[in-house]
Every structure is written in structure tokens, then in C-alpha cells.
């Protein structure tokens, strides 16, 4: 149906069609010539789109439409995990971009897409004109966003609800009961510490960015400062036209899954994507004092292990160094164990889940620490987020554009090679859908034989690799030979790269051989550094009460980095780390100091492991009581990491109201964490006469709520 200027005029004041017959008619036409209707609604925090969003879902299935309406970060398994990080305010501007995008794409290909197929009417409560106006607001690259979201279906209609700040604002504060929330005002670009004020600021750049989209011709205003009689009579004028017209953009959305037949479109799609040549060069540098180093490789390439000893081996030298990596932050860890099960993100929602996870990890830890001059190491990087993009039928240029516009350029980058016999000998492939069967490729669909599909997988990966390691000038390493055969080659590009010759600086020989023995029995490294960091933080909050020197500090890193060292060997493994340590000929230790450390670890267990006389014997009173008061701090940093799986990021411990408070910085619930610090607090409660509770995101609700503003969340 051809529609009349006047119909193109809006507002218009047509009147709302309620003859019965004629809606019956209109539907019946719709569903011989169309395949749907995607309407949207925009506008500010506050400016009431909902409220028209539900009437006209009301009034279009009264009229027997089938009706589906879709809401801003509501998808089944990505919502849940944002809209606890920004509740406790962890979400920074590119990630909060990057998971709203994840959101946006998984509803698009489960919902949107699929919906508009089958003829229905989606409504939109926002859409990616969202993405656009915050993140320009936010100060989200202009070209990053519109590539993102260059693949969003066009809506046939789409409408701003616009509305003064002002009466926003009035409206969002009598909605909530408090002043607007953390990210709706934009606290964490703007600096202000008022939420009223920074609303204001925040929601007027929102709302000058929507104007522009007014200005293209992408957004129909309709004022929204009368009835909502009025309002809606607006907003149906303008939509009854399309029920009969012919709609566009409803193009069928890329496939989920690659079914078993398409195999050789998908061979042929690598086979053209792996052309492309430079990588490293389209990331913008850094341009900071500190060095990004990155290793790369395929999975079973022994990767983690030569971050590790990298890491150790910066160390021992006195290098401000950071290690970290993907794929363990609450980002992926929440949303993928709840979507794993059902196989449910696409290829294109798991690389934004990715880019999510990139923004985050960069935002948080990596451009911190290069700025005051550290050096990072990164266990995997872009290079293998863009592989495994491809690998999936990405579009090449898409992919590209997505994780350039989050990413930095490496100072150093290294690729570390293996021949698929040497990858496949390492492999154990006996649990589909885990461990190492989620390297296979299955959710490709091209064959649902794991190990056809692993070789599949990873022979074409690993030709990615190869080619982008030598189309990027990226030293390669053969690590099919002994691990150590590797070790001074990637220790040599990485002092070069930092700018010191390591025969002139002084090893610390002490930290090396702890170290060494650490690594010899197969510590986990992960929870030991972890575990290291809280006792130190947890010893430097308490020096007032136990005053001990930075010797028994030491001692006590020493003790955390080796209290687990019997773990292999089974039950009453403290027992276990105690004989390993004290059977160990250290060369810069002295026997005393062994046995301190030796003392401390397996102390460190509980109250039951009392010093007998044998292990007591020559320690002095003040060393005895030493010695509990660090396994008692120890103790507690063992229980923050419970789980082993680094849930609880980061802690401050406050002294407050005659007690210690260790406030754990985690976006999960962290249960497991926070039941055994109380279960293990006995300890140190019993030599530091100091009650010890345990809180979560405690620093970020008391800035929240404005009582203040002076906290440094990451002291």
C-alpha cells in the first residue's frame, strides 16, 4: 500500500482503527505479503517508552497480531551477568559497550531475527540507536560502534520518545525511590561525584547524540510532554501504513550453526579469509611508559606454561611485572558455564563475549600497569580471538574492525608452534563438550565426530597462525621441543624489548629457588599468586598489631607461593608441603628461616596443627607466636581464592569498629569464598584478639550511596 505525504507527515491525528473487519482484512493481507514488522522505540532513562511499548503490544494483539517485544539487556544468559556488574559497578565504558553489544546480537539472531521470519510483529524497547547514543556519550569510538552494529536488521519504523532532561530526570528519581543509579547517569565517564548532576550531563549528551540520528532520518520524533492518549494515537497512525506495505531488511540473520552439509562453504570461507595478511599493524599503539608482551598459540601449545616461567623469570630480576589472560574473568566465566549447557551463543555472540572480556581485562589491569611503566605479559591476545573468528565464517573485515577498535598494539609478540601429532599427542578427547573437547570446534557443526572435528579445527588453525605469524613479522618458536629449549629465547626478545641486558642485573636469588621448588611439584599457580597477594595485603592492614619488619613479610610471600606443594601428593597434604620444604637444600635461606616458612605452611591449616615440641624446639617465644600470627594470615588468603578459581578479584582490608574487614571485590556471589573465610578466621581472630567479617563490593555501595567519594576501590 502506497502511503500519502499525509501519511508521511508525523505526528499525524488519523484516527486509531477499530473497525473489527477491517483489522481482520488487514491482517489477512499482511500475512500473504509480508514476513514481519520491526518497530522500535527510543529515547532517554525516564522518557516513557515503556508505557507506549505495552500499549501498542496490547493493542496489536487485540487486533490479532502476533506480538513479540524484546527489552535493552534482557537476553536469557548475558543480562543476568551485566546487570550484576554494574550493581556493583565493575563494567567499564568499552566493556559495557562490548556486553550490551553480546545482549543485542544474542536477541537479535534468537529473537528478533527468527520472529520477523515467521511474520510477527517484534517491538523493540530500544535498539542499536542505544549502542550509538551512549557510546558516542561515553566516548566509545564512533567507527568501532557503527561496525559492531552494521549487521543489525533496519527497522521498518523507529520512534524517539523525546523528552526534556529535566522531566527525565524527575521521572527516573520518582521511579527508583533514590537518585538515578550508577551507569543511567553516567558516573563512570563523568567524573562527577553528584548523580544528579552527572545525570544531567551524561543524558543531555545522550540526548544530543539521538537529535543527530533525528537529523539522518533513523529516528521519528514524538514529544512526549502530553497525554499518553495522545502520544499513542501518534505512534499507531504512524505504524498502521506499514501493516500492509512491504517491509525490507528481514533478511534470513546468519545461521547459529554450520550444518554438516555446509562443510565445504566452510572450508572455502577459511580458505579465503586466511589471505588476509596484516594484523598487528591495524592496532593502534599505546604509546605508555610500560611493555605489552603476548604469547600465542594454539591450545595445547604450551602457552601457559612459558607466561608462567616468563613471569617467574621477570621476577627474580625486579621487574614490575603483570601477568594475565583470558578466558577466567566473571565476564566469560558466569555467562559461558550458563550457556554452555544449551550450546546457545553463536559464533558472532561468543567473539563480542570475547571483546567484552578483552575491554574489561585491557581497562582494568593491562593499561593501569603500562602506565606506571610495568610490563604485561598476556596469555593469548587478539591474534587468536581474530583466528577463531575466522575459523567460524566471521567476515574477515567485521572481525577485524571489532577487536582493532578495543585492542592495542603488543610491544612484543610471540608464537609458539606445533605440529597437529605433537597437539593431537597431548590431547585428551574422551569428554565431549570439556576439556580438551572444547577445542575441537564442535559448535561449527561440521561434524559431530569429536576428533574429525578436533583435526579439522585445528589443522586449519594452526595454517592461520603460520600465516599471520610470518604476514606479521612475529618471532615463532618451536614448541614441540623440551619447554626449557624455549625459555632464553623468549627471555631474550623480552629484555630486548624492555631495553635491559640480563647479564647486568642482579637475580634475586632467594625468590628463584622458592620459585623453582614451586614449579617442581606442579603448583597451581594461579590460586598460589592469588593467595600471595591477599596475605600481603592482609599483613600490611594489620602491622599496627603483630610488628613485624619486612623480613617475616617475605617469609610469609615465601610460605604462600609453597603451601600447597604437597597437594599432589593426596590427604593431609600441609603435612606433605612441610617435609618438602624441609627437605629442601636451599642455598640462600637460612635453616631457621626454612623452618619458619616450613612452620607457617603447614600451621597454616587450622588450630588442630599445633607446633609439637620437636617442631618448636629453639624458637624463640616472640618467633612461635610469629609464626601462628602469619599462618593465621595466611589462613585467610587461602580462603579467598577457596574455589581456586580467582572469583574474588581483588580485596581492601579495613579496620573498622574494632573488627577487620576484608572487603572482596567479586561479581559472583563468591559463597564458597566469604563461608570459608568465616570457617577460617579462627586463627587469626585467636593471636590478633581482632574479629574478622567478611563483605562484597562493600567500597562500591558506600561510594553508590555518596557517603564517600575518596575510596580507592583498587587500594
Not at 510483529?121 to 552494521?150: C, E, F, K, L, Q
Not at 622458592?514 to 611439584?521: P, R, T
Request: net charge negative.
Amino acid at each position: 500500500m502506497e502511503k500519502t505525504q499525509e501519511q508521511n507527515d508525523i505526528p499525524n491525528r488519523a484516527p486509531v482503527m477499530e473497525n473489527k473487519k477491517r483489522v481482520e482484512n488487514k491482517r489477512a493481507s499482511r500475512q500473504r505479503k509480508h514476513n514481519g514488522l520491526l518497530v522500535v522505540f527510543e529515547g532517554l532513562d525516564g522518557a516513557g517508552k515503556s508505557t507506549q511499548v505495552e500499549r501498542l503490544k496490547k493493542h496489536l494483539k487485540d487486533a490479532g497480531y502476533s506480538v513479540v517485544v524484546t527489552s535493552w539487556n534482557s537476553s536469557k544468559y548475558i543480562s543476568r551477568a551485566t546487570k550484576r556488574a554494574k550493581r556493583a559497578q565493575l563494567l567499564t565504558p568499552n566493556a559495557f559497550s562490548a556486553l550490551h553489544a553480546t545482549d543485542f546480537f544474542y536477541r537479535l539472531e534468537n529473537i528478533i531475527a527468527p520472529s520477523l521470519a515467521a511474520g510477527k510483529i517484534v517491538i523493540a524497547d530500544r535498539y542499536a540507536y542505544t549502542a550509538v547514543a551512549r557510546g558516542r556519550a561515553r566516548g566509545i569510538d564512533t567507527d568501532w560502534v557503527n561496525n559492531v552494529y552494521s549487521l543489525a536488521i533496519e527497522p521498518d519504523i523507529a520512534f524517539l520518545c523525546d523528552v526534556p532532561v529535566d522531566i527525565a530526570l524527575e521521572r527516573v528519581t520518582k521511579k527508583n525511590g533514590n537518585p538515578p543509579k550508577y551507569y543511567e547517569a553516567g558516573m563512570d565517564v563523568s567524573g562527577e561525584a553528584d548523580p544528579i548532576d552527572s545525570f544531567k550531563d551524561f543524558q543531555t549528551s545522550v540526548a544530543q547524540e539521538y537529535a543527530g540520528l533525528v537529523e539522518k532520518g533513523k529516528l521519528i520524533p514524538v514529544e512526549m510532554d502530553r497525554t499518553e492518549d495522545e502520544i499513542f494515537d501518534d505512534i499507531l497512525n504512524a505504524i498502521e501504513p506499514l501493516l500492509d506495505s512491504p517491509l525490507s531488511g528481514t533478511e534470513t540473520f546468519p545461521p547459529q550453526v554450520q550444518e554438516d552439509s555446509q562443510s565445504a562453504w566452510f572450508a572455502q570461507k577459511v580458505k579465503i579469509d586466511s589471505k588476509a595478511g596484516a594484523f598487528i599493524s591495524r592496532l593502534p599503539e599505546h604509546n605508555l611508559p610500560g611493555k605489552l608482551i603476548v604469547i600465542e598459540g594454539a591450545h595445547r601449545a604450551g602457552v601457559t606454561h612459558q607466561v608462567n616461567v616468563l613471569y617467574d623469570w621477570l621476577q627474580v630480576r625486579g621487574v614490575d611485572v603483570v601477568k594475565s589472560g583470558f578466558g577466567s574473568t566473571w565476564i566469560t566465566t558466569e555467562i559461558t558455564n550458563r550457556a554452555a549447557r544449551d550450546n546457545a551463543l553463536s559464533p558472532r555472540t561468543n567473539i563480542l563475549l570475547t571483546a567484552s572480556e578483552i575491554s574489561y581485562i585491557l581497562e582494568v589491569e593491562v593499561l593501569p600497569a603500562l602506565e606506571r611503566g610495568a610490563t604485561v605479559i598476556l596469555n593469548r591476545y587478539l591474534l587468536t580471538t581474530f583466528i577463531e573468528g575466522l575459523l567460524r565464517g566471521i567476515d574477515r573485515d567485521w572481525l577485524m574492525e571489532t577487536l582493532a577498535g578495543l585492542g592495542i598494539r603488543p610491544d612484543l609478540t610471540i608464537y609458539l608452534d606445533v605440529p597437529f601429532e605433537t597437539l593431537q599427542s597431548r590431547v585428551d578427547l574422551s569428554s565431549v563438550w570439556g576439556g580438551d573437547s572444547q577445542h575441537a570446534g564442535l559448535d561449527i557443526g561440521f561434524t559431530r565426530d569429536v576428533e574429525t572435528s578436533f583435526e579439522f579445527y585445528q589443522r586449519r588453525a594452526l595454517d592461520l597462525y603460520r600465516d599471520f605469524a610470518e604476514s606479521n613479522g612475529i618471532p615463532t618458536l618451536d614448541s614441540s621441543r623440551p619447554p626449557e629449549e624455549n625459555y632464553a629465547p623468549i627471555a631474550n626478545f623480552t629484555a630486548d624489548t624492555i631495553g635491559f641486558d640480563p647479564a647486568e642485573i642482579k637475580v634475586d636469588k632467594e625468590l628463584q629457588e622458592v620459585l623453582e621448588l614451586y614449579h617442581a611439584h606442579n603448583g597451581y599457580f594461579e590460586h598460589a599468586q592469588k593467595v600471595r597477594e591477599f596475605a600481603v595485603r592482609i599483613y600490611d592492614a594489620s602491622a599496627d598489631i603483630h610488628g613485624l619488619g619486612s623480613r617475616p613479610r617475605r617469609l610469609l610471600e615465601y610460605a604462600a607461593l609453597l603451601h600447597d606443594v604437597g597437594h599432589s601428593e593426596g590427604a593431609r597434604h600441609e603435612e606433605r608441603s612441610y617435609r618438602i620444604i624441609m627437605d629442601h637444600n636451599f642455598s640462600h635461606l637460612s635453616n631457621r628461616e626454612k623452618r619458619l616458612i616450613a612452620l607457617i605452611s603447614l600451621y597454616h591449616n587450622g588450630p588442630a596443627q599445633e607446633l609439637n615440641e620437636e617442631r618448636q624446639a629453639n624458637l624463640r617465644a616472640e618467633e612461635q607466636l610469629a609464626v601462628r600470627r602469619l599462618a593465621g594470615i595466611l589462613r585467610l588468603a587461602d580462603a579467598l581464592d577457596a574455589s581456586n578459581k580467582q572469583v574474588v578479584t581483588r580485596i581492601r582490608v579495613v579496620r573498622e569498629a574494632g573488627a577487620m574487614i576484608l572487603d572482596i571485590n567479586a561479581v559472583g556471589t563468591a559463597k564458597a569464598e566469604r563461608k570459608s573465610v568465616l570457617a577460617k578466621r579462627d586463627l587469626f581472630e585467636r593471636y590478633f584478639n581482632l574479629p574478622v567479617l567478611v563483605d562484597r563490593n562493600r567500597a562500591e555501595r558506600i561510594i553508590r550511596r555518596g557517603k564517600n567519594t575518596s575510596i580507592d576501590l583498587f587500594s
